[in-house]
Nanobody
Framework: QVQLVESGGGLVQAGESLRLSCAAS????????MKWYREAPGQQREWVAT???????EYAERVKGRFTTSRNWPRSTMYLQMNSLEPEDTGVYYC????????WGRGTQVTVSS
């Protein structure tokens, strides 16, 4: 059974930073691409970033240059460093992995006040 557990969310002011974590278990983390999504109130869930097994990352235009994703294989953990946060970044952030099925964490709330 794959488990993805997000942490690190919180309430910050615009311009501040947060680092989210996603602890993964039950999959071969070393070879599995990982993704971040977010869901703002009243909006559809949107893709934020992908990091492949080699550490190459892709980002949505709205976060490019402000967010950085990374992964630590021995710890089976993915990170999302979020800088220069904006109120529009408010939402629940989810970790996603496709390993013999599509798996999601329960999310962590990020709230950015203006």
């Amino acid at each position: 059974q794959v488990q993805l557990v997000e942490s690190g969310g919180g309430l910050v002011q615009a311009g501040e930073s947060l680092r989210l974590s996603c602890a993964a278990s039950g999959l071969n983390f070393k070879i599995t691409p990982m993704k971040w999504y977010r869901e703002a109130p009243g909006q559809q869930r949107e893709w934020v970033a992908t990091i492949d097994a080699s550490g190459r990352s892709e980002y949505a235009e709205r976060v490019k240059g402000r967010f950085t994703t990374s992964r630590n294989w021995p710890r089976s953990t993915m990170y999302l460093q979020m800088n220069s946060l904006e109120p529009e970044d408010t939402g629940v952030y989810y970790c996603n992995a496709y390993w013999r099925g599509d798996w999601w964490g329960r999310g962590t709330q990020v709230t950015v006040s203006s």
